[in-house]
């Protein structure tokens, strides 16, 4: 059963702006040591910053919290399976409130799809309950 949904749109030259004016600040605030690696070594560093920002905004949503109630930044880490497929890694704040949602003898799993197209990101995130067999 599905527990939760969100979305983000992300504009791609807000987060290079973000990224020129504050460079490391905005990035070490926002997204974990991973993140930071896997979107530094891109030769587009922006779109790539702006979907895992986009992730983000939208895990927050699907987690009924948005930014608030013990959920930050690097709560939610965008992370890939080995077959490349994203998915997000929770811990934290964000951890706890999707155990405190996921209904008893079921397992949360975290479905991720992102895209961009210039200037825009994207992010869908469905959270999934299943029952644990």
Avoid at 24 to 42: L, V
Avoid at 58 to 72: D, E, I, R, Y
Avoid at 106 to 128: G, N
Wanted: charged share 30%; net charge positive.
């Amino acid at each position: 059963m599905i527990i939760g949904i969100g979305s983000d749109l992300c504009d791609i030259r807000r987060i290079e702006r973000s990224l020129s004016r504050f460079g490391d600040r905005f990035t070490h605030r926002i997204f974990t040591e991973g993140e930071r690696q896997r979107s530094d070594r891109r030769a587009a560093r922006s779109p790539s910053y702006a979907r895992r920002f986009a992730a983000k905004e939208a895990c927050a949503k699907a987690l009924g919290t948005g930014m608030s109630c013990g959920v930050f930044w690097r709560d939610m880490e965008v992370v890939n399976l080995p077959g490349g497929r994203p998915t997000l890694r929770l811990s934290g704040g964000a951890l706890e409130r999707l155990k405190a949602m996921t209904p008893e003898g079921h397992e949360a799993v975290v479905h991720v799809s992102l895209t961009d197209d210039p200037p825009l990101a994207q992010a869908f995130v469905v959270i999934e309950a299943r029952p644990i067999s």
